[in-house]
């Protein structure tokens, strides 16, 4: 069943892809994936570069006919190919949770590689999970040249596994954002994290009330007590932004049965920052977002409930993550209860700024997520590297 499941989704992307039967044009930088590609180009300048899509958006037909006739038949072939194709001296990505990606290095000695971290990372779902099963023989083949992490934290759990240079930078995206001071008096932004499927975990299936719903569901009862109590609204930063698809009135249908009726939104269609939202919110509360991490980077007001994995009974849920911050803590709690819940969010809504920010640095936040506004340090970085990369005319 899991092999025909696999030819099916396998042809159906081939389906609905773009195809292009011209062999890729020779650049300098490839960068691999199309997400976060808008952003990484400014940082480029007049560098030729491509774009190498792995999400099914296109396929070059040429690199597949070379693949069939070579008796090779895997994704990781065909990227490797399409790369000896291209010719490019450097590799970059804003996937940095991509074992493809990781794995490439070791067929490519003359072309540098480079990552950047875009979103938080857990254990489960998630890179590390990969990395553990990858036999030791073949990690120490691991190496990218140069891999650009949110903290001093999740660089330490990178650095068991790959070798290259680490540098601690934050969130490229939220780096680039600056930050707004004025303050909406009274607004609490929920962060959501819907998912309207479930997970397999481990080999276990975890259903959409399992591992969406239960924690939501725990965090919203206190939560709308504490907001009544201290006459605060509460609105709902949705996951989906695209107000056509149907997931976006999914969710929204969701969080009114969650919150009510007249909970408010942000509309997907304002094309309103989400580091705008959390700098105006008074208080910014959400379960395990990687925009919880980069609010209290940027020094805002933020209970994180990260409760999902003391409801699944799973490692890597838990607040700060690989690092160890225990349970309970100012301003986040592991344990699903109600008590932890209301207590974090009394504590962190009642404490003035200059407290605030103490607490912060108490806590070590920046050894989770550091901030570099205006991505100073990993513009300099890439200019060293790109200053290598001849251009093709």
Not at 208 to 230: C, D, G, W
Not at 358 to 365: A, D, Q, S
């Amino acid at each position: 069943m899991y092999f025909l499941n696999r030819i099916y989704r396998i042809g159906k992307q081939f389906f609905f892809a773009k195809k292009f039967f011209l062999l890729p044009a020779q650049v300098n930088v490839l960068i691999y994936d199309a997400n976060g590609a808008e952003t990484l180009t400014r940082y480029i300048g007049d560098v030729s570069f491509s774009i190498l899509h792995v999400r099914g958006e296109s396929l070059n037909l040429r690199v597949i006919l070379s693949c069939i006739l070579n008796l090779e038949f895997s994704f990781q072939s065909y990227l490797i190919r399409y790369i000896n194709f291209v010719k490019p001296q450097l590799v970059i990505t804003f996937t940095d949770n991509s074992l493809n990606f990781i794995k490439l290095s070791r067929y490519f000695k003359d072309v540098k590689f480079v990552f950047i971290q875009n979103g938080w990372r857990g254990y489960y779902q998630d890179i590390f999970c990969e990395l553990d099963i990858v036999s030791n023989d073949f990690l120490e083949e691991f190496y990218v040249d140069d891999m650009f992490v949110f903290g001093d934290g999740v660089a330490l759990e990178y650095g068991k596994y790959i070798k290259g240079d680490i540098h601690s930078i934050g969130s490229m995206r939220c780096n680039l954002s600056p930050k707004i001071l004025e303050k909406e008096r009274g607004l609490i932004t929920y962060v959501s994290q819907w998912i309207p499927s479930g997970f397999h975990i481990e080999g276990i299936f975890y259903t959409f009330e399992e591992y969406t719903h239960q924690a939501n569901s725990m965090v919203a009862k206190p939560l709308i007590e504490f907001a009544a109590e201290r006459v605060k609204k509460i609105k709902v930063l949705l996951r989906n932004k695209n107000t056509k698809s149907d997931d976006y009135e999914l969710e929204r249908d969701y969080y009114r049965q969650l919150f009510g009726e007249n909970v408010e939104f942000y509309e997907g269609g304002e094309g309103i920052s989400p580091y705008e939202v959390v700098d105006r919110s008074e208080l910014v509360v959400g379960i395990d977002s990687t925009l919880l991490y980069e609010s209290l980077a940027r020094g805002c007001k933020t209970a994180v409930l990260s409760i999902r994995g003391d409801i699944l009974n799973l490692q890597g849920f838990g607040f700060g993550w690989p690092a160890n911050y225990g349970q309970k803590g100012f301003f986040w709690c592991n344990v699903a209860s109600i008590d932890c819940i209301r207590k974090v969010l009394e504590e962190v809504d009642k404490v003035d700024d200059l407290t605030w920010k103490k607490c912060l640095e108490e806590n070590r936040v920046i050894n989770l997520i550091t901030i570099d506004y205006d991505n100073l340090s990993l513009k300099n970085r890439l200019q060293e590297i790109l200053a290598s990369v001849r251009r093709v005319d």
